[in-house]
């Protein structure tokens, strides 16, 4: 049984040619989605204490971290934007973890197990913990996901991001504090 005519015309392809605008306006759904925007604030305020169970088992205070750029990254597995950045973060870390750069991811997540199969079915080497009760208000709260905060080599916050990082945008920002 063929369609009638009208039906063939109307869901024929010839007919739906984008214009410029609509491929643009595509195109700026496409960068938001695989690059949404974040925000970055400047902070200048003391670290504060912080001490984490890695899921190696080693304990971690941020203190022994002094004399290193951090980012210490709040995430969880059920957040897609946290899941896309992270592949960024590895490589960056990779780069960077010799020149003096650190992460400490601090998962959001209820379930240990969850995370801990996450990051190695992923293949993650930045150490990661699960987010104590007191991890977020310490940092001044965290109201969304991902947030991340870069403390510089004295220990002081340098800067909030409130969104997701990707490696240029590490880039700009831990590199002049590596070079302090």
Known sequence: MALPRRLREFFSWKKWRPDVWTLLLIAAIAYVWFRPPAWVSDESRATPG???SL??????????LRGKVVLVNFWATWCPYCRHEMPAMESFYQDYQAKGFEIIALSQDDDIGKVAAFIGKEGYHFPVAMAPLEASAAFGGVSRLPTS?????QGRVRKKISGQVHYARLKDLVEPLLAE
């Open 50 to 52: 912080l001490q984490v």
């Open 149 to 153: 905060f870069v403390i510089d080599k």
């Open 55 to 64: 899921l190696d088992g080693r304990r971690l205070d941020l203190e022994q």
